[in-house]
């Protein structure tokens, strides 16, 4: 039997980039705030100290920092007719776990989703028919608009500590930026990172074939830096140790940083670590929770910790596995097409290519997360005319590379031997004299892509695995083509001595090697509760005293990575939950 | 310490070494020319804890193989190959740290990764014994002991998928498995017993523990970047 505890205002759920935003946030407008993290403590000081952070078999091969599958995992197959089957070992993401989350380990890009993903459905059929898109891209409006939104993006970059160049300025073009981003109030709080050779060549090359190159803006400081909340960023050192790695330099935004250690110096913050949220619980009515149940995973004793607002931060896809846990609303049905609760589960394409210089050092291991050149002439340009391609969604364009660890990373012509002389002489050969351009995809809902509860494995808590079932549909496999045929022509017209074209990703999606840590949706948000588990403010449209956080409330998946929305959204919601919801607690948007 | 010779006092002082390690507190950085005139710390021991002697000759056979000796490094259980693996296995990693093990066991489509009901150890152990029967029916003797022609068709059979075992084992996961262990003992921090003297890392360039590139990213465009690697006890 549980132990009930007294009663408190708020129980974050997870303490990564949105708690810790949620939490610093309504501590400081006076609430009494628990959070509850399934993993330990971490001391940026102690933990990602050199020599020892820079140990790319621990943390890299062997994912020290990410979520514990021996533990809880999820099943995975590619279509309904498969059986799925556990995902044993980490592969294709890595969820975060511990204190600060995945935005302990993440990379730092940080972009501003625009309307061309919120609007996905009215732009499309708008622009090239109803008829465009197909009948099972269970795409849709999210509700919301950028221009709602670009406050919390200043917000969150400023709080990260995001280095880049605006390309628009309250709707100025700006030079060195991109012209297709959305307007923002003013520049990006740190200038760009210096660019490498690779992000230098690629850049010229899209600049002739008539491109918008630009830097990604990512969360490395690319000099010291205090945020307006006081934290403090060392300058970036281009480590090359950044994702799957803490940051010894304190340069790259993580809320260990910066938000957290805020809410723990405010005495209406308490976070009880080790501590696994099973179960959100609800009132007889069903139109509110009433707190979660959770485990001390130090010794096994179960607690009740009563709330009078229960907020979900944990990782996007433990949000979704929660609340079917927990028999909140609908679970979604692809073959009736009814529910809510795992719908629109998507992932991201993408294609690459690899180029071969023999009189040139690239020098791949000075670098960071973020830092290479950017082109989004196929993206978020809403003019480059899709039509003649025949999909939905867009594709962003990168040169450069994050990192030169050598054993992930060693870059050799197609053909090299395995092993042997041969392979030792081509990889001595080529280490430094290759470099990348490649490509990050959209991908969109299609009613197959979904989550629900496993009907046969479980975690150590005896509860049943979420299940996912992926794959790329046609729509993806188009851009992806289109994507590979446009890198292929960049490189070649860069003459490089020899090249691994890109090919498309056509295959059946596989969770063995690693794609992106990008995983939305499954409980996505909307303007009715028929087809969205959240309204726009991210409340629950059943219970009204739940709020979920996370890339799980994205209706469908853009080419960029998702913490800048994620934050934004936050942010947005501290305030919604500040300013409104707490003052007078009920439903924000009448169904 | 001496190649291949048990020393306890240098033992003893690698021991240590290791044990600074997890100690370490503070990120203070060494002098790049300090830590390169120091001889190069293993804070791990030679000699077998995992692997029983035909294993291990197994072992030695293989990496040597994938791993020749050539103007660019010594070959592979001179660098330390068949230790790294040895340890690897006789750890955590090998116990199935990480690894979801409960069944029920299916074979599931490659998209669904590993489902072997078996630890990298396990894995191990029923591989060799499967490599080496395949080895045996095929030329009459066991991998060690057939030539370099032979082990290069063995290794390759087993790299394309088409060598199986009588068994049923998973011939190209484990094969794939011991593929992965050689590059990581190769190219992973020596501390672990691998690439020692750094000849991994002094192969291609990569400098190891010591990155502090703000200004070499700017001096060093297009420019090889000089210096001897760092490693972990470098710093310990």
């Known amino acids: 039997m549980a132990k009930k505890l007294p009663e408190v205002d708020v129980v974050l759920v997870g303490l990564g980039w949105t708690g810790g935003i949620l939490a610093k946030e309504l501590t400081e407008a006076g609430h009494k705030v628990v959070a509850l993290e399934r993993g330990a403590m971490r001391s940026p000081g102690q933990d990602f100290s050199v020599p020892l952070i820079r140990d790319e078999l621990r943390f890299s091969s062997r994912n020290d920092m990410t979520q514990n599958t021996t533990k809880d995992t999820l099943t995975i197959r590619n279509n309904p007719s498969q059986e799925a089957l556990p995902m044993r070992r980490l592969g294709s993401f890595l969820p975060g776990e511990g204190v600060g989350g995945a935005g302990v380990h993440w990379n730092g890009v940080t972009w501003r989703w625009t309307d061309m993903e919120f609007k996905v459905r009215s732009i499309y059929e708008e622009r090239y028919g109803k008829k465009y898109i197909p009948a099972d891209m269970t795409i849709q409006d999210w509700g919301i608009t950028y221009a709602e939104l670009e406050p919390y993006y200043d917000k969150f970059e400023y709080c990260a500590g995001t280095s880049g160049k605006a390309g628009n300025l309250r709707g100025v073009i700006q030079p060195g930026g991109s012209p297709f981003e959305g307007p923002r109030a003013r520049e990006y709080p740190l200038p760009p990172l210096n660019q490498s050779l690779a992000g230098d060549m690629f850049a010229e090359a899209a600049r002739n074939a008539g491109l918008h190159p630009f830097p990604r803006p990512t969360s490395n400081a690319s000099r010291a830096y205090t945020n307006p909340d006081g934290a403090k960023f060392g300058a970036c050192q281009y480590c090359g140790f950044c994702e799957r790695f803490g940051c010894e330099a304190n340069a790259k935004g993580s809320p260990l940083i910066t938000v957290i250690p805020i809410a723990m110096r405010n005495p209406n913050f308490e976070l009880?670590?080790?501590?696994?949220?099973?179960?959100?619980?609800?009132?007889?009515?069903?139109?509110?929770?009433?707190?979660?149940?959770?485990?001390?995973?130090?010794?096994?004793?179960?607690?009740?910790?009563?709330?009078?607002?229960?907020?979900?931060?944990?990782?996007?896809?433990?949000?979704?596995?929660?609340?079917?846990?927990?028999?909140?609303?609908?679970?979604?049905?692809?073959?009736?097409?009814?529910?809510?609760?795992?719908?629109?589960?998507?992932?991201?394409?993408?294609?690459?290519?690899?180029?071969?210089?023999?009189?040139?050092?690239?020098?791949?291991?000075?670098?960071?997360?973020?830092?290479?050149?950017?082109?989004?002439?196929?993206?978020?340009?809403?003019?480059?005319?899709?039509?003649?391609?025949?999909?939905?969604?867009?594709?962003?364009?990168?040169?450069?590379?994050?990192?030169?660890?050598?054993?992930?990373?060693?870059?050799?012509?197609?053909?090299?031997?395995?092993?042997?002389?041969?392979?030792?002489?081509?990889?001595?050969?080529?280490?430094?004299?290759?470099?990348?351009?490649?490509?990050?995809?959209?991908?969109?809902?299609?009613?197959?892509?979904?989550?629900?509860?496993?009907?046969?494995?479980?975690?150590?808590?005896?509860?049943?695995?979420?299940?996912?079932?992926?794959?790329?549909?046609?729509?993806?496999?188009?851009?992806?083509?289109?994507?590979?045929?446009?890198?292929?022509?960049?490189?070649?017209?860069?003459?490089?001595?020899?090249?691994?074209?890109?090919?498309?990703?056509?295959?059946?999606?596989?969770?063995?090697?690693?794609?992106?840590?990008?995983?939305?949706?499954?409980?996505?948000?909307?303007?009715?509760?028929?087809?969205?588990?959240?309204?726009?403010?991210?409340?629950?449209?059943?219970?009204?005293?739940?709020?979920?956080?996370?890339?799980?409330?994205?209706?469908?998946?853009?080419?960029?990575?998702?913490?800048?929305?994620?934050?934004?959204?936050?942010?947005?919601?501290?305030?919604?939950?500040?300013?409104?919801?707490?003052?007078?607690?009920?439903?924000?948007?009448?169904? | 310490m001496k190649d291949g010779n048990f020393d306890r006092r240098e033992f003893l002082k690698s021991a240590i070494a290791g044990g600074a390690v997890a100690a370490t507190t503070t990120a203070s950085l060494p002098q790049t020319a300090h830590a390169a005139q120091q001889p190069a710390v293993t804070a791990i021991g030679t000699g077998y804890t995992f692997f029983n002697p035909d294993e291990a000759a197994f072992v030695e056979a293989l990496v040597d193989h994938m791993i020749p000796a050539d103007e660019l490094t010594p070959k592979g259980t001179d660098l330390g190959l068949n230790i790294f693996i040895d340890r690897a296995l006789a750890g955590s990693w090998g116990k199935g740290d990480r690894l979801y093990m409960q069944g029920p066991w299916k074979q599931g489509t490659p998209s669904q990764g590993y489902q072997l009901p078996l630890t990298p150890a396990d894995l191990y152990h029923a591989g060799i014994a499967a490599t080496n029967r395949y080895c045996v029916k095929t030329y009459g003797r066991v991998f060690d002991q057939i030539s370099a022609d032979q082990r290069q068709e063995v290794l390759a059979g087993l790299n394309a998928g088409k060598v199986n075992f009588d068994d049923g084992l998973a011939a190209r996961v484990f094969f794939t498995t011991v593929y992965q262990n050689v590059m990581e003992g190769m190219f992973a921090d020596p501390i672990y017993g691998g690439n020692k003297n750094k000849a991994g890392w002094k192969m291609i360039g990569f400098p190891g523990v010591i990155q502090v590139h703000a200004q070499n990213i700017v001096n060093y465009k297009n420019k090889k970047f000089p210096g001897e690697p760092t490693g972990i006890a470098d710093m310990s």
């Open chain 1, 272 to 591: 009880r670590t080790h501590a696994w949220v099973t179960k959100v619980l609800k009132d007889s009515s069903g139109k509110r929770v009433t707190g979660v149940t959770y485990t001390n995973t130090l010794n096994g004793e179960e607690f009740e910790q009563p709330a009078g607002l229960v907020v979900l931060c944990a990782y996007a896809i433990n949000n979704v596995h929660l609340m079917l846990l927990s028999g909140i609303s609908k679970p979604y049905d692809p073959v009736a097409q009814t529910g809510v609760v795992g719908k629109n589960y998507c992932y991201q394409t993408g294609a690459g290519a690899t180029l071969f210089f023999e009189d040139k050092y690239f020098n791949p291991f000075m670098s960071t997360g973020g830092l290479s050149m950017g082109a989004d002439d196929f993206n978020t340009n809403l003019e480059f005319d899709r039509a003649k391609y025949g999909y939905v969604g867009g594709c962003s364009l990168t040169g450069g590379g994050t990192n030169g660890r050598p054993i992930a990373y060693r870059p050799l012509p197609a053909g090299t031997p395995p092993w042997g002389k041969a392979w030792k002489t081509a990889t001595a050969k080529w280490y430094n004299r290759a470099m990348s351009i490649s490509t990050s995809g959209s991908v969109m809902a299609n009613r197959y892509n979904c989550y629900d509860l496993d009907p046969t494995y479980r975690n150590a808590f005896g509860q049943p695995l979420m299940r996912m079932t992926f794959d790329y549909k046609e729509n993806e496999h188009k851009a992806s083509r289109h994507m590979a045929q446009v890198i292929n022509d960049l490189a070649k017209s860069m003459n490089p001595t020899l090249m691994n074209p890109a090919s498309a990703r056509t295959d059946p999606w596989s969770v063995v090697p690693y794609q992106s840590t990008h995983n939305t949706g499954g409980l996505i948000m909307g303007t009715n509760p028929r087809d969205s588990a959240v309204n726009t403010q991210l409340q629950s449209w059943d219970c009204h005293n739940l709020f979920i956080m996370g890339a799980c409330v994205f209706p469908h998946n853009a080419a960029y990575n998702p913490t800048g929305p994620v934050g934004a959204l936050a942010y947005r919601a501290a305030d919604t939950l500040k300013n409104q919801y707490l003052k007078n607690p009920g439903p924000l948007v009448s169904a």
